[in-house]
């Protein structure tokens, strides 16, 4: 069983930054496909960024691009969405995930392994 905690989310002002964390149990990181997605309040979940299970190619939906960095540690079992001139419309809970398959996943359904979501609300 994979258990996904995120961490690093909260409070901060527009132009701000953040940094979200993703530790995995899982005994080999590097065979996981990893995901960040984000549910605004009363909007379905949609794709943040991702990695491919090798870690060469990495997606980045359009309202993120040049703002939102997605990177992965495998040595310690971490993927890292770094967060840069937030906006308040990137105000959502935001969620991490997991799949052993291989190749890009940009969907919900490519994902079984989820973690419990944290908080990111940019105020104006």
């Known amino acids: 069983q994979v258990q996904l905690v995120e961490s690093g989310g909260g409070l901060v002002q527009a132009g701000g930054s953040l940094r979200l964390s993703c530790a995995a149990s899982?005994?080999?990181?590097?065979?996981?496909?990893m995901g960040w997605f984000r549910q605004a309040p009363g909007k379905g979940r949609e794709i943040v960024a991702a990695?491919?299970?090798?870690?060469?190619?990495?997606y980045y939906t359009d309202s993120v691009k040049g703002r939102f960095t997605i990177s992965r540690d495998n040595a310690k079992n971490t993927v890292y969405l770094q967060m840069n001139s937030l906006k308040p419309e990137d105000t959502a809970v935001y969620y991490c995930?997991?799949?052993?398959?291989?190749?890009?996943?940009?969907?919900?359904?490519?994902?079984?392994?989820w973690g419990q979501g944290t908080q990111v609300t940019v105020s104006s």
């Open positions: 995930a997991a799949s052993s398959a291989y190749g890009l996943g940009i969907r919900e359904g490519n994902y079984n392994y």
């Open positions: 899982v005994r080999t990181f590097g065979n996981y496909r």
């Open positions: 990695f491919s299970r090798d870690g060469g190619t990495t």
